[in-house]
């Protein structure tokens, strides 16, 4: 059975630092390109970052450029989204998505809310 857990999200302030992580399971993790995506309430679903199955290769929506960080760890089978100088506007709530050919498998999401 597939699954994607993600974790390490929260309340911080604005400016503030956060890492999320996605760890996968039941397919073959370094096989797969890797996304984060994040939804906002009202909003559609926008891409973050997304990765290669090797880590060789790195996207970025234009609202998180230079300022946040897509990783992996195959061995680990693991993604990581570092997160630095938070906005109010990047508060939403942050999906892992795996991807290969037809196969396209998500995590239940993790909140992440940045306030003073």
């Known amino acids: 059975q597939v699954q994607l857990v993600e974790s390490g999200g929260g309340l911080v302030q604005p400016g503030g630092s956060l890492r999320l992580s996605c760890v996968g399971s039941?397919?073959?993790?370094?096989?797969?390109?890797m996304r984060w995506y994040r939804q906002a309430p009202g909003k559609e679903r926008e891409l973050v970052a997304l990765?290669?199955?090797?880590?060789?290769?790195?996207i970025y929506g234009d609202s998180v450029k230079g300022r946040f960080t897509i990783s992996r760890d195959n061995a680990k089978k693991t993604v990581y989204l570092q997160m630095n100088s938070l906005k109010p506007e990047d508060t939403a709530v942050y999906y892992c998505?795996?991807?290969?050919?037809?196969?396209?498998?998500w995590g239940q999401g993790t909140q992440v809310t940045v306030s003073s």
């Open positions: 998505n795996a991807k290969r050919g037809v196969d396209d498998h």
């Open positions: 039941g397919f073959t993790f370094s096989r797969y390109g």
């Open positions: 990765i290669s199955y090797d880590g060789g290769s790195t």
